[in-house]
């Protein structure tokens, strides 16, 4: 019958609702637990202990005599509406008038012996939807109990009351109660009309049914109390064997006597009951097993105490009745051990009240319920529900274009700045009405200097001390006093004096003082100037010279990628927010409106503010004294302004987040005031006024702060670790919380706790309290709290303490009280894969509610983030469950943090896509699909890649700003430079991150891709260098042979000089334009998969190593230098081979059909697609082309019409002649101010018309425009810095290099695809090597992040492709129908020259960038269709290799399954 029984009151406190005058009040601390376990019957009482037993039926409740039990403390009904009837009548009515024209009619019919009693009841002209919030009562129970006869739709409220919907008829709404328990005697009620949110009472008062009483015909008969033992059990089976709280056990043990007696009045006899009840096999079964112990010599008594110590040393679970059973017979297996080593009964007895028993049980947790579920069954979503996508909007990039106007005084400082050669302790900026105090502090060795600087008009005296501790007004010694001060009491007095820096006069006046002794602090002043004194906004200004030296960016540069007014107009408030949390929320919510309105950075700025002050690099409060109401309505305050911005503005909801997140929730009023009444009751009820009590007392009645949370926390783990003070300091340490901090408050904490033993239990318990109600003001987005919020509870005041009353929030999902529920009862269970699902379904559930209008929606995010945090540290707490666990629980793992990241993020569908990518991967493992690894390899990379991706988009919002106001605040350079890191590290990407870390290894060894690909397997020996970007040493030459480790490479980079190998972890595809340069310039090129090896490659930084690589793997060693000398592979080329360019002119055509295409007109890239336009087999398409040949662009420029432009580019040149590389980019600036002459644009009509292709004219002039323009930027692309670069490495002469330009009409491909016809990793000629992606190939040999279906396919089997990867590209690139300009530059093709892909191909129209699914696209999921397409591009490449009898790179493209190809050349 009973599970385990106690309440679990921590549960009981956050599911609480609203309580009414009929309800029991329950005091807010957390009882001790209690259990009960079934056993038959105490045979003997013989052998007492200090222990009691109360014997209900089944059920017996074994509970210590001297244990502090948890008291409820119950509350006298008011009843000013009954109803009294009276047992002679067979029909009662009355009737109310509850609220105007709504009436009550209630009509009570008499029951006849053994019937039940009915009561009816009518509400007329109330709402459409009410409820009846109703109990019954019985002599012997104070409190409600709840009658298990019930209406249809009746729900059980918080185990207190009944909720019934009344029954629509008509202008009324009737209900009938049924009451067949003969022992209640009446019924209470009030009426609840949900669509309007009212309760209708009496006077403010229950309604209360008086039943009639009924004749009795079983007064006289006794029923066996072994059969009232089985209807109790038979009660439970069939109220779905629920848990039970001892009342409620007491409660059903009398109504199956009830029950009973029922049977009886119709004609039942004992003998009747007996057989019908014992003929239950389980019952009979369930006895057999209780009176199994029998057999033993044990007495039950004693098995009952040691099941109870069993109990509480597994830390007081809740046992099902099968586990109470068992635990019994565990009891009774280590009584009988006793035994058998021959103690006696006695001994045993003593033995249990000393503990002596050896005991083998695991703790488990309190509140653990096993009634519930093991885990939610989570419901069917479409994972595109999840899709949030907003258009980017214009950011407020830099408020002032011009260079910052610094005033005297910070020019002064700036220039001072500069010649401190010592570490800067720290920066302050002082506001003195339009003027500024500035001042740095210094740390020489052994010494700390304070440099003040002001541009005060008058005269100014610096009234001055130094502290030993904070607060202190001490003289400071004759020794540190400057030149011409004055030493007083307690103080000294010195003038500031007017000097200068570098001989460049500033009317500001400045002051210097050494201290030399390291005893001191800090240092207070206040100023005199103008007959006035000026302090710190009403406190003392204050210089801490406790920090570590740190350092303090010197300049804070121009503000670009920041709102920077809004960041100048906090660092100036910034002195006035520190006097308190009060003051510093009120300005924050001040600035809100401008922060929205300047976009996403303006809310950057509020963030970075926060979060500096949230991580201590703000002073909290200063000689200010605020009550915590005052701080908790100053939240309140701000976080309305989050929640309205949020619900307002949808596409700020995730920065929004992130502000409030480093907030509390607050409170108006009362919440925040309960922070200082309820540590006085925790004194006055514990006897602990005076020490560290008292001291926290004092602080907390000045400016509370969160740091009171984790001093409550410590207070807590200092007690329930038997007080071990070194626990509280470690708790205090590892929350940033250090002794010179606690020293630091106005009101220091100098003492540390000092508690009697005696005291623990009531200190638990108020201390516990106490930490929700900190929690409720600081921690918004703490989980207990959060929910706490959501679901509504209520706090007694004691004495003078104010009670606290939170509704629930309304509209919450149908079952959301139960899945929270479930979340807190398993949110320290070690297995965490049944609290992510829950979690992820509460978050789902949530997620509709958070896009409406609801005026507790900030309750709902802080819910929603205190969630999403969970989720993380879930995660964190599961890398142990993980460490052996198989590849399809890492994966589903995987699949919930990319669910609850999507969740929190906005603009999440590269996360939607990589989800169902991991879904699908999970479904191709169950199935047994052979490439489930590969693919799910191909998903892990994207999803790395989206990670990284969301990374640089919030270090492209929030650095700068954390960088400008870090230096305008001087916060500490460190914290700055991690600003962003450690938000990325703070949330749940960084646990998606260590997870994939974990699959990465096995889905490579289950796939067998080993740690590398390589992708120019050339033999190398050099010394390692290691650098971030290849990018960053493209252009640079290295004196000896270079093994360069590029943490990042795009694909377009160019192989710098002197470089023998490139090792990178980046992914550039096999066939991009790096890895083509790589093998054409015999460089060896590699990507590592394995970070280790990454890492020990690197650890070889300046050492000598050789690399010998083969096709899937690398070998590397270290050498010496003689085998450096010895190797001929290690000599440096100088100098690239001998290539030169002959220069093309002009042959008198703009325009050139393909028909005549020559070597003196256009390129070889022109010359193939005309080649195999006529060569190709029928089925291989080739697009229709036209051309700008050789010396258009060199007549254009000199045609009368460009005579400005020609002039201009003519200097800009000599400027690039002269080394001046910036050049470059005003080269093509200037191309692109060119005009078309006439002519040129009627020969390029006429040849497009003649060749039937479409002329973009005819679809308007600007049409034309946009065509044009694309030419000139082919045109301008000669002067790419990459081509640019290129062509000086081999010495080629850029002015001889001359631009074609082939015209073709673009293809929309469905995929496109690159062919090399001999594998370029193995330089296998019998192979053919391929990659393949979706929509244009620009995505292919541009810098586009992620990798390409790749596959090879054997000539003489072209049927059977091997796919070797899939794809992991984020995006596809689409356009509607359009042409193409491509580069067909003289120099592309040169031989030993890689000069492919240097020089740009541009579309007429913006190409689109789609976010690509995997999930659904054929390629991936239908294996006849990949094989037919991937087979039929193979036997395309093999065509074309036999028309040109040599090796092929080919690029082409698939539309509806035809094959397009759009190039060729020779495979170099």
Request: glycine share 6%; charged share 25%; net charge negative.
């Amino acid at each position: 019958m009973s599970g385990a029984v106690g309440n679990n009151l921590l549960l009981q406190y956050y599911f609480s609702p609203t309580r009414f005058e009929h309800k029991r009040r329950t005091n807010s601390s957390i009882s001790s637990w209690r259990s009960s376990f079934f056993q038959p019957r105490a045979i003997s009482q013989t052998h007492q202990l200090p222990l009691s037993t109360e014997l209900h039926g089944q059920i017996l409740t074994v509970k210590k005599i001297i244990s502090r039990m948890g008291k409820r403390r119950a509350v006298t009904r008011s009843s000013q509406a009954v109803l009294a009837t009276d047992p002679s009548s067979e029909l009662l009515v009355e009737k109310f008038n509850l609220d105007g024209n709504v009436e009550l009619k209630v009509e009570v019919s008499s029951p006849t012996s053994g019937s039940v009693a009915v009561v009816n009841i009518q509400v007329t002209s109330g709402g459409d939807s009410l409820l009846l919030h109703w109990g019954a009562v019985k002599p012997q129970n104070k409190n409600w109990i709840l009658p298990q006869r019930r209406p249809v739709g009746t729900m059980v409220y918080q185990n207190q009351a009944l909720r019934s919907p009344f029954v629509k008829f008509g202008s009324s709404a009737v209900l009938k109660l049924e009451i067949d328990d003969p022992s209640i005697q009446a019924l209470e009620f009030i009426i609840f009309d949900e669509s309007q949110n009212k309760w209708y009472k009496n006077n403010g008062g229950n309604i209360r049914v008086q039943l009639p009483a009924r004749e009795s015909r079983t007064k006289s008969v006794s029923v066996p109390e072994d059969l009232v033992q089985i209807q109790a059990y038979l009660r439970w089976e069939r109220n779905g064997k629920q848990i039970y709280t001892p009342e409620q056990e007491k409660e059903e043990y009398e109504a199956a006597r009830l029950e009973l007696f029922e049977e009886i009045a119709r004609g039942s006899s004992i003998q009747d009951l007996r057989t019908k009840l014992t003929s239950k096999n389980d019952i009979r079964e369930s006895k057999e097993k209780l009176v199994s112990g029998t057999k033993s010599d044990i007495l039950d008594d004693l098995v009952q105490i040691q099941a109870y110590v069993r109990w509480e040393k597994a830390g007081k679970p809740n046992y099902s009745p099968e586990q109470q059973l068992k635990e019994f017979e565990e009891a009774r297996k280590e009584l009988q051990v006793e035994l058998d080593k021959g103690s006696s009964l006695e001994d045993i007895q003593k033995k249990i009240v000393k503990g002596e028993i050896k005991t083998q049980v695991a703790k488990q947790l309190a509140k653990k319920k096993f009634f519930m579920v093991e885990r939610i069954q989570r419901k069917n979503r479409d994972v595109m529900q999840l899709l949030t996508k907003f258009s980017s909007e214009p950011k407020e990039l830099n408020v002032y274009s011009e260079t910052q106007v610094l005033s005297e005084v910070q020019q002064f400082v700036k220039e001072k700045e500069n010649h401190i050669a010592d570490p800067v302790l720290c920066k302050k900026i002082y506001k003195i009405a339009d003027k500024e105090l500035q001042v740095l502090v210094a740390k020489p060795s052994g010494k700390t200097k304070v440099y003040l600087a002001t541009d005060l008009p008058k005269s100014v005296v610096l009234h001055w001390a130094l502290s030993e501790r904070p607060g202190q007004w001490a003289a400071p010694p004759l020794s540190v006093l400057p030149a011409d001060s004055v030493s007083l009491t307690k103080a000294a007095e010195t003038k500031f004096s007017t000097n200068s820096v570098d001989n460049q006069s500033y009317k500001v006046q400045s002051l210097e003082i050494t201290i030399d002794d390291e005893k001191f602090v800090g240092m207070p002043f206040v100023l005199f100037s103008d007959g006035k004194w000026i302090n710190n906004s009403g406190s003392d200004f204050y210089i801490d010279f406790r920090a570590e030296s740190r350092k303090v960016q010197k300049d804070a540069g121009d503000g670009r990628g920041t709102s920077k007014a809004l960041l100048g107009k906090i660092a100036e408030l910034e002195s006035e927010a520190q006097k308190s949390f009060m003051h510093r929320f009120n300005i924050a919510a001040d600035l809100m409106e401008e922060a929205t309105n300047a976009g996403e950075l303006g809310l950057a700025a509020i963030l970075v503010w926060m979060r500096f002050m949230a991580t201590r690099q703000l002073v909290w409060n200063k000689n200010y004294n605020v009550k915590p109401r005052e701080i908790s309505k100053a939240q309140d305050r701000l976080t309305d302004f989050l929640q309205k911005v949020y619900g307002n503005h949808p596409h700020y909801r995730e920065i929004t987040r992130m502000i409030m997140s480093t907030v509390g929730r607050g409170g108006e009023g009362d919440v925040g005031q309960r922070i200082r009444d309820e540590i006085l009751v925790i004194q006055r009820n514990n006897d602990c006024k005076g020490g560290m009590m008292e001291e926290w007392h004092q602080k907390l009645h000045n400016n509370t702060s969160p740091d009171d949370v984790v001093i409550c926390q410590a207070l807590i783990d200092y007690i329930e670790s038997d007080f071990d003070i070194s626990i509280y300091w470690k708790t205090l340490n590892d929350n940033g919380i250090t002794k010179e901090r606690l020293l630091g408050y106005d009101r220091a904490i100098h003492s540390e706790p000092n508690f009697r033993r005696d005291q623990k239990d009531g200190l638990l318990r108020d201390l516990q309290n106490y930490l929700r109600t900190l929690k409720a003001v600081h921690s918004g987005a703490d989980l207990e709290v959060a929910i706490a919020n959501c679901m509504g509870y209520r706090t007694e005041g004691q004495g003078f303490m104010v009670g606290v009353k939170i509704n629930p929030v309304p509209g919450l999902p149908s079952g959301f009280q139960e899945l929270l529920q479930f979340i807190l009862v398993n949110i320290e269970e070690k297995n965490v894969e049944a609290l992510l699902e829950g979690l992820l379904e509460a978050r789902e559930e949530l997620r509709p509610m958070l896009s409406q209008s609801n005026e507790r929606l900030r309750d709902l995010i802080f819910l929603d983030i205190a969630l999403d945090s969970t989720v993380r540290t879930a995660v964190e707490r599961g890398y142990e469950e993980l460490s052996n666990a198989s590849s399809e629980k890492i994966m589903y793992f995987i699949s919930l943090v990319i669910e609850n990241l999507a969740l929190s993020v906005d603009n999440n569908e590269d996360l939607i896509y990589c989800l169902k990518g991991w879904n699908l991967a999970l479904t191709m493992l169950k199935s047994g699909d052979d490439h489930w690894a590969m693919f799910a390899k191909s998903v892990l990379d994207r999803t790395r890649l989206a990670l990284a991706g969301k990374a640089e988009s919030l270090h492209q919002l929030l650095q700068p700003s954390a960088q400008y106001l870090g230096a305008l605040l001087g916060v500490d350079q460190g914290v700055v430079e991690i600003f962003t890191e450690e938000i990325i590290r703070g949330g749940s990407a960084a646990s998606l991150s260590s997870l994939l870390n974990r699959l990465d290894p096995i889905l490579r060894q289950t796939a067998h891709l080993g740690s590398w690909q390589v992708i120019s397997p050339i033999e190398a020996i050099g010394y390692v260098v290691v650098v971030d970007e290849l990018l960053s040493v493209q252009n640079k030459s290295f004196s000896k042979p270079t093994i360069l480790v590029a943490k990042s490479v795009r694909g377009e980079e160019e192989i710098p000089d002197g470089a023998v190998a490139v090792l990178t972890p980046d992914m550039p595809d096999v066939l991009s334009h790096v890895s083509v340069r790589a093998r054409n310039s015999k460089v060896c090129f590699a990507t590592c998969f394995d970070s280790n090896i990454l890492a020990d490659i690197q650890a070889n930084e300046g050492k000598l190593l050789l690399l010998k690589p083969t096709s899937a793997d690398v070998v590397y060693s270290e050498m010496q230098e003689d085998d450096l000398e010895n190797s001929v592979d290690s000599k440096i080329v100088s100098s690239a081979p001998p290539v030169a360019l002959v220069r093309k002119q002009f042959a008198g055509r703009y325009a050139i059909r393909s028909e005549e295409f020559t070597s003196d007109m256009v390129g070889a890239k022109s010359r193939n697609i005309a080649h195999l336009k006529v060569k190709v087999p029928s089925w291989i398409n080739v697009p229709t082309s036209v051309a700008l040949p050789f010396g258009v662009f060199e007549t254009v420029l000199s045609d009368d019409l460009n005579e400005i432009v020609a002039t201009k580019l003519q200097v800009l040149k000599t400027k690039l002649d002269g080394g001046d590389f910036s050049a470059l980019g005003e080269i093509r600036d200037k191309v692109l101010e060119l005009s078309a002459p006439p002519q040129l644009v009627k020969e390029l009509k006429d040849v497009m018309q003649q060749s039937d292709m479409p002329w973009p004219g005819d679809e308007g002039s600007q049409r034309w425009e946009q065509a044009w323009m694309a030419i000139k930027k082919v045109w301008a692309s000669k002067w790419n810095d990459r081509a640019y670069f290129s062509t000086r490495k081999v010495k080629l002469d850029h002015d001889y290099l001359c631009m074609a330009i082939l015209v073709q009409e673009i293809i929309n491909a469905d995929y496109a695809f690159v062919i090399h016809t001999t594998n370029p990793s193995s330089g296998d000629s019998s192979e053919i090597y391929c990659e393949v992606v979706k929509g244009l190939g620009e995505t292919l040999v541009g810098a586009y992040p992620g990798r390409a279906l790749s596959f090879v396919c054997k000539k003489n089997d072209l049927n059977s492709p091997q796919v070797l990867g899939y794809p992991s590209k984020p995006v596809g690139l689409y356009i509607k129908r359009s042409m193409i300009f491509r580069s067909d530059s003289n120099g592309e093709d040169l031989e030993g020259y890689a000069g492919a892909g240097l020089y740009d191909s541009v579309p007429m129209d913006e190409e689109e960038e789609v976010v690509l699914d995997y999930s659904s696209d054929p390629l991936i999921v239908d294996n006849n269709f990949r094989c037919s397409i991937l087979s039929t591009i193979a036997q395309a490449g093999s065509a074309i290799e036999d028309i040109y009898g040599s090796a092929q790179d080919v690029e082409g493209v698939v539309k509806d399954g035809k094959i397009y190809v759009v190039q060729t050349r020779p495979q170099m």
